[in-house]
Every structure is written in structure tokens, then in C-alpha cells.
């Protein structure tokens, strides 16, 4: 009785704080961002309150460590379906469905080089920040728009045995090249066209790796490797508290959970250390996968079973107004 309570608070919990934070948006801001007050006056808390409800039910099924897999790439798909909906009704002249009413490349990359190239932050840029700071790597598990393409598209398959070679070098080689290339075409002022048509090209190799490359490795090829965006999560995310570790005191080193993770954070030399790898989204994947239940969140002082809890509060929340603000 007292777990089933705890299952139902939780998604009360997530009910009440999704629709603060919106609610606080439908006031605060004079152009409406959420769509439905685009349509019709006041329909904006009809969409708050259908928001609130999808990350209540959400949180309730995820609250299973059995199903979180499952209902994690279910909401993170849907979350992609009205993203990129909203864009092609963009494209199709229906300018209420865009964020500003102008057209911006839906590419990750263009978080980083866009504010880079034009010299100031964007909205994107300021969620994704927030994202960071409130649940460390969750923008790489919950809330890319092309994550849960690649996400997709890996799990097709078992992980290959093995760390990515040279993933490392790859990383830190784009995102370096991508930062430089940026302020070229800012310094010289390369016509937009040109500078699009090349954040275009980058944007199509990353498709071509996702349905290719990540499909037949069954890892996540195009966050771990081509996206900047996925570099700067994996560093930046130790300014949040949130951790994943596991429990030396139980782990069999049977390696197991080694098929349960297509980030590439979950190989032997990870295993033996405690902890998965720097790759880690805190995805929550693996942890039904371990029989002696030795992977645990980590939140200060907390048991791990409420750390869980309070992780899922956050991301979910965070992802449920992700969708009714997460637009180009």
C-alpha cells in the first residue's frame, strides 16, 4: 500500500510542478509559447493541464525499473514526433507552430554554433542550459530531438563488446573544429546561405550515422561520437549532483548490464571501477538488468531509492515542459 502511495505521490508531485512552471510561462510571456493560446484565447491551460497529465502517467510507468526502458523511448519518441510535426507545419507556412515565428536549422549543433555565429544566446541554448544544471545529463536521454532517432535506431541491436575507439579523440576533434569553423564564418562574414548550407551537410552525416552506424553497432554512434552537444553534456554534467554508481559490495562483475546501455558507459573496465563511464546519461536503462540490484542513483546523502525518485521528478518534468515548449 505504502509503495503504491509512493507511485501515485510521485506523479502528483510531477502534476503540480509542470503546470507551475507553465503556468508562470501562459502569464509571464506576451507572446504566447504555448500553442494552443496561439489558436484560441485561454486554450493554453487546456494544453497545460493535458501536458501536466502525460508527465504524471509518464513518471508512474517509469517509476518501474522493468519498464523504463520502454517508456522512456516511448516519450522521448513522442516528444520527437511533435517537435519535428511542429516544424514541417512550420515549413508548410503555418508560422504559429514555430517558436519566434522565424526558421532555425533543427540540428543539436547549431546550440552551440548558433549563439557562437550570432553573438548571443538563443532559447534553445538557455533550456538546454537549464537542463544541465537542474538534471546533469538528462538533455542526451530525455530531450534531444535527434537523440531518440539514434536512440532508436541502436537498440535495434545488442551493444557491441567493447569501448568506441578513439571516441574520445573524435569528440573533442569536432567539437574544437565546429567552435573554430563557427567564428571563421562570423570573423570573415560568410554569406548565411553558406554558413547554413554547412550546418546542413553536418546535420545529413549525422542522419546517415544514425541509421547506419549506430544501427549495426547498437550504440548511440551520433551522440556519443558526432554530436558537440553530447561532448559538452558529458563534461558539464558534474555540476549537477546526480550520480549513478555501482555497489562493489553486491556486483557479481557478471556483466550483464553491459547489454542494457547503447551509450557505451557500461563496459568491463567500468564495471570493475564502481561507476559507469563519463558516456553515462543516467538513463536508467541497465538497472533492471542487474540481478543483484547493485546499480543505484546517487544523490548526496539520499537513500538511492528516493535519489531515483527525486531524478525522475525533475527529468520528467523537465521533459513534459520540454514538449509544449520545445520548438524552433
Request: glycine share 6%.
Amino acid at each position: 500500500m505504502q509503495s503504491s502511495w509512493k507511485k501515485y505521490s510521485l506523479s502528483v508531485y510531477v502534476f503540480l510542478f509542470v503546470i507551475f512552471l507553465l503556468s508562470f510561462v501562459q502569464l509571464k510571456v506576451e507572446n504566447p509559447m504555448i500553442i494552443l493560446e496561439r489558436f484560441v484565447k485561454n486554450g493554453g491551460w487546456f494544453e497545460i493541464l493535458a501536458v501536466a497529465f502525460y508527465g504524471s502517467f509518464i513518471v508512474y510507468k517509469m517509476q518501474d525499473p522493468g519498464k523504463t526502458a520502454k517508456w522512456r523511448m516511448i516519450s522521448w519518441t513522442v516528444f520527437t514526433v511533435v517537435f519535428f510535426s511542429q516544424l514541417l507545419l512550420g515549413l508548410f507556412g503555418f508560422e504559429k507552430f514555430l517558436m519566434t515565428g522565424k526558421l532555425h536549422l533543427p540540428i543539436p549543433m547549431m546550440i552551440l554554433s548558433g549563439p557562437v555565429y550570432r553573438g548571443e544566446l538563443s532559447i534553445m541554448t538557455l533550456l538546454f542550459l537549464s537542463t544541465v544544471i537542474l538534471t546533469g545529463p538528462a538533455w542526451c536521454s530525455q530531450l534531444c530531438y535527434f537523440g531518440a532517432l539514434d536512440n532508436i535506431s541502436a537498440s535495434k541491436k545488442k551493444p557491441a563488446k567493447g569501448k568506441i575507439k578513439n571516441r574520445t579523440a573524435i569528440k573533442f576533434t569536432l567539437l574544437f573544429l565546429i567552435i573554430f569553423l563557427t567564428i571563421v564564418l562570423r570573423w570573415f562574414k560568410v554569406d548565411l546561405l553558406v554558413s547554413t548550407l554547412i550546418a546542413a551537410f553536418f546535420g545529413i552525416v549525422g542522419v546517415f550515422i544514425i541509421i547506419f552506424i549506430s544501427a549495426r553497432q547498437g550504440k548511440m554512434i551520433h551522440c556519443l561520437s558526432w554530436c558537440p552537444i553530447g561532448t559538452i553534456v558529458n563534461y558539464t554534467r558534474f555540476i549537477n549532483p546526480f550520480r549513478m554508481y555501482i555497489d562493489s559490495t553486491s556486483c557479481t562483475l557478471c556483466n550483464l548490464c553491459t547489454s542494457s546501455c547503447n551509450y557505451d558507459a557500461l563496459n568491463r573496465e567500468d564495471i570493475k571501477s564502481g561507476k559507469p563511464g563519463i558516456s553515462c546519461t543516467l538513463c536508467g536503462d541497465c538497472v533492471s538488468s542487474c540481478h543483484a540490484s547493485s546499480i543505484k542513483y546517487k544523490f548526496f546523502k539520499m537513500k538511492p531509492e528516493s535519489a531515483r525518485g527525486l531524478y525522475l521528478f525533475l527529468t520528467i518534468s523537465l521533459h513534459a515542459v520540454f514538449l509544449a515548449l520545445g520548438r524552433i
